[in-house]
């Protein structure tokens, strides 16, 4: 406990001591960052040409520093933090949310922080943050993990309300949600061309979410619009706030293992059981994004015995796969469709137990082929006219049966 509440006291003065680096009058910027030392002692150093206040938790299974910034502009270089030393293995950066920057450091086992200091810019050379870890045991580690995990809930605790309007919710047409995976420090897949999943998936999802909008039919909402992460748990609650009638996460993978050859759309509904390698693959890699990102990982709730939440979990299911289907019966016209692209597997984001949902891999960004076209305005234009007319055929007995109920 002792390395503990040491390392909580330099924590605390952390925050003070950056604040006296001079600040350049607009936003900080991070600009370097490395690794020092051995598997005794490491030392992670950033470089700041402004004030920042710092805030560290701890994260165990798998072990994690979080250290969590007010949002700042990292000028690092491409593949920064891919490679780690000693006690850090890696780390990734990135906008966590809006206004809020965050670093997360994968460490080999676990650590204490022995000590945290600033160096203040002299001459020519910049602010630097310095963060010492040592080994340390795993009891002491989870005593950091759960008092610091206490301290940074506390903080939030009066943060932002209730983003969405419960006036604006439903009215009479469809709500439909649409989830651009991934964001911010989670950038999801890497293109062999350098294109980035995260923001292939959100300009696709901006061009459906406004060609659903002039049809006039439908509500039409994202998990996200900008460059922010967002947790699986809380996609999936936004769906239950709006009371969507459709959840649609859209991805652009890439396959591992060698299977470059892979390419084309794929529709995923959710399941226990993958219902084949790839399905099961992909799974687990969308599962690890909140790990990425360094959230607080909790358990899966209880499997619910009741009767009723059991049918209708099945219902939602049944609507999934009925949905699943009529985009791939549309999709293979416009676009090129995967061997079998209706899929499955058990995917968080798609657990909500009373919205229809389903996941749209638009391509794989492992082939360079599916690359190409991702970016293309052509092939996005396609695909989005061919998403529209799939949900408009899900819900035209719906609307029909609106329609003449009021009398249109």
């Known amino acids: 406990m002792g390395a503990i509440f040491c390392a909580l006291s330099a924590l605390s003065l952390l925050g003070n001591a950056i604040e006296a680096v001079a600040a350049n009058g607009g936003e900080t910027r991070i600009t370097g960052a490395r690794v020092a030392g051995d598997a005794v002692r490491t030392r992670f150093i950033l470089d700041l040409d402004g004030q920042v206040d710092v805030v560290m938790s701890g994260l165990a299974n798998p072990y994690r520093l979080i250290l969590d910034l007010p949002e700042v502009g990292f000028d690092l270089p491409d593949g920064a933090g891919r490679e780690g030393r000693g006690l850090v293995q890696a780390w990734r950066y990135g906008l966590f ?75 009479d047409r469809p709500v439909i949600v649409l989830d651009p995976g991934h964001g911010g420090i989670d950038t999801g897949a890497e293109g062999v061309g350098g294109t980035l999943e995260k923001a292939v998936v959100l300009d696709f999802s901006s061009i459906l979410k406004r060609k659903l909008e002039e049809t006039g039919r439908y509500s039409v909402h994202l998990t996200r619009e900008g460059d922010n992460f967002i947790p699986l748990a809380e996609r999936v609650e936004i769906g239950h706030r709006l009371d969507a009638d459709l959840f649609v996460s859209i991805h652009a993978d890439s396959v591992r293992r060698g299977r470059k050859v892979v390419r084309g759309a794929t529709v995923y509904t959710l399941s226990e059981r993958a219902s084949d390698a790839l399905a099961e693959e992909l799974a687990e890699t969308e599962n690890m994004s909140d790990i990425i990102a360094g959230v607080e990982l909790h358990d899966e709730p209880a499997e619910v015995t009741d009767i009723l939440l059991d049918l209708a979990r099945r219902e939602t299911r049944n609507f999934s796969v009925y949905f699943a289907r009529t985009l791939v019966s549309e999709l293979k016209s416009a676009v090129r469709l995967i061997n079998n692209p209706h899929r499955s597997a058990g995917f968080r984001v798609l657990k909500a137990h009373d919205v229809p949902s389903v996941l749209v891999e638009l391509g794989y960004l492992s082939n360079e082929h599916d690359e190409k076209l991702l970016i293309s305005d052509e092939w996005r234009e396609r695909m989005a006219v061919a998403m529209v007319e799939a949900i408009d055929n899900f819900f035209r007995p719906r609307i029909a049966r609106d329609a003449s109920q009021t009398g249109q």
Request: hydrophobic letters at 35%.
């Open 97 to 171: 949310a809006a206004g809020k920057s965050r670093i997360v450091i994968d460490v080999s086992e676990p650590v204490a922080i022995d000590k945290t200091f600033v160096l203040p810019a002299v001459d020519d050379q910049p602010a630097r943050m310095v963060i010492d870890l040592v080994k340390s045991t795993s009891e002491d580690f989870e005593d950091f993990v759960r008092t610091s995990r206490e301290t940074l809930r506390q903080r939030q605790r009066a943060r932002k309300g209730d983003r969405l309007r419960t006036d604006e919710l439903k009215g």
